[in-house]
Nanobody, 125 residues
Framework: QVQLVESGGELVTAGGSLRLSCAAS????????MGWFRQAPGKEREFVAA????????YYLDFVKGRFTISRDNVKNTVFLQMNSLKSEDTAVYYC??????????????????WGQGTQVIVSS
């Protein structure tokens, strides 16, 4: 059983930056693709970014391309989401997720097996 704990969410002014972290435990980290999703009030959960255990095959939501960067530290079992040039539309609860695969990079929520509890990001305009 994999446990995921996100951190780093907070209130930030538009144009600012945040780095979210997700610490994983209870499994072999390299065996999992890792993703970030978000859910804004009144909206469905949406894909933000994901990557496999290696740093190839990385995908982003079009709206965040060029502003967000996903990365992972396979020694520290942690995945990061660096968010720059934040916009009010980025306000949401951000969730980390893990999928039991090394063969592809999942981009759908249903492809993920484990989820964190979420961390709140609020971008004020």
């Amino acid at each position: 059983q994999v446990q995921l704990v996100e951190s780093g969410g907070e209130l930030v002014t538009a144009g600012g930056s945040l780095r979210l972290s997700c610490a994983a435990s209870g499994g072999t980290f390299e065996n999992y693709a890792m993703g970030w999703f978000r859910q804004a009030p009144g909206k469905e959960r949406e894909f933000v970014a994901a990557m496999r255990w290696s740093e190839d095959s990385i995908y982003y939501l079009d709206f965040v391309k060029g502003r967000f960067t996903i990365s992972r530290d396979n020694v520290k079992n942690t995945v990061f989401l660096q968010m720059n040039s934040l916009k009010s539309e980025d306000t949401a609860v951000y969730y980390c997720a893990a999928a039991s695969t090394t063969n592809y990079t999942p981009v759908l929520a249903r492809q993920y097996d484990y989820w964190g509890q979420g961390t709140q990001v609020i971008v004020s305009s």
